[in-house]
């Protein structure tokens, strides 16, 4: 059995939208909204990569699911991060604004679960986020929805 978004709880993927494109989520994800912005018209020839930058509202965005959900910034928030630099410099974000409860899950094979229960499947030949979940390339969401 997934575990599913409850009234007093969100989980958010924060990861760039072109790792959700390439990797897809997970179906119990309330909301995609990404943490770093890649603009992938502007190459920086320093770095050997696209630019990306913080997205500058970052935090509008996750207020205002709070908000269409009916929440308050007491609400256990867990963001689902590549990386934990990502996921702390998210999580900082929202406790700087006030946000009491924010976890962050990296993508590792042996981390608890909060944003999914594990499936029961035996996934052993799998490692990083697709050892323990179930995801998904669809776009059309059964819990939440995409928010951009």
Known sequence: MMWKSSNRSLCID??????????GSLDTVDAHIPYIAIDVDEWSEFMKSYRSQSNSAFLLRVDELVIE???NRSTIVSLMA????QGIMAANVLS??????VAVEVGR????AI???ASGKNQESKDGYHARYEWTNSMN???G???H
């Open 141 to 143: 969401r059964q819990v």
């Open 96 to 101: 700087v604004a006030g946000y009491e409860n």
């Open 69 to 71: 959900r009916g929440l």
């Open 109 to 112: 094979k042996n981390h608890s």
């Open 115 to 117: 944003c999914s229960a």
């Open 145 to 147: 929805g995409w928010v």
């Open 14 to 23: 924060v990861r760039r939208s072109v790792e959700v494109l390439l990797l």
């Open 82 to 85: 590549s990386s934990y630099h």
